[in-house]
């Protein structure tokens, strides 16, 4: 792809709370579909906290669900409030027993879902959020004592292009706002860090600069090349800026 976020566009949301009127064709995500190396990334990143009973919200058709089902998880709940994509997504696991999909926002359902999660992830759909304290407010309701919340956004507010706003980003993050958001929240700051170090400037020239948008071909094309070259650097090398943020959150436990 043009070094962009390969999964920054798995929920495009909008300002609407009902989940009848949310309505996203999901165009973008077919670009999206040739990406194997960066949601395994991300699910590495995440891996010390995945378990038992997990929420994936903004789950769109489940290009990312797929992957976390790969991990020893009991159960998966994916939190999809479009209908159309609802639709994709249930009959894509619809012969999956450890996955349930639910048609609604975590907002509206949170109470019914009391203490019911081990971890709750979000995986670029945070900055669709436009009130994301509410969101983690309700999120934190959902998640059992010592549970955990797992965000991949995109960072770095300078790099907020037409293309983020074309697919309803209210925002990028950075570490800053990322702890307070978490803090002011209720939770404690268990990780965060910058990731895709590699993928800012190209980030910058083609999106923000060149106003450029997806393919196949270059989502392809920076999943096989550029994100192993990323992954291999972040690993040993820690990057003061990423074009995302890795952000996880914990529920105080029970004393």
Partial sequence: MNPTNLTELQVPLTVD???EAFEYDGTDLEAMEVAENYP???V???APYLKGDVADVGAGCGNFSRYLLQAELSSIHAFEPS???HSLLENRFREEDRLETVNAYVTDVADRYSERFDAVVYNNVME???NDAAELEAVYRMLKPGGCVLIYVPALQWLYSDFDRSLGHFRRYDKS???ELLLSTGFTVERIKYADVLGVLPWFVMMKLMGRRLTK????LYDRIGVPVTRMLERVVPVPVGKNLVLVGR???LN
């Fill in 40 to 42: 395994k990334w991300i």
């Fill in 44 to 46: 590495e990143e995440f």
């Fill in 17 to 19: 709370s009902s989940a």
């Fill in 217 to 220: 071909g270059s989502v392809g």
């Fill in 251 to 253: 529920k105080a436990k």
């Fill in 83 to 85: 209908s159309k994509m």
């Fill in 128 to 130: 669709h959020v436009e």
């Fill in 177 to 179: 706002s990322g702890s």
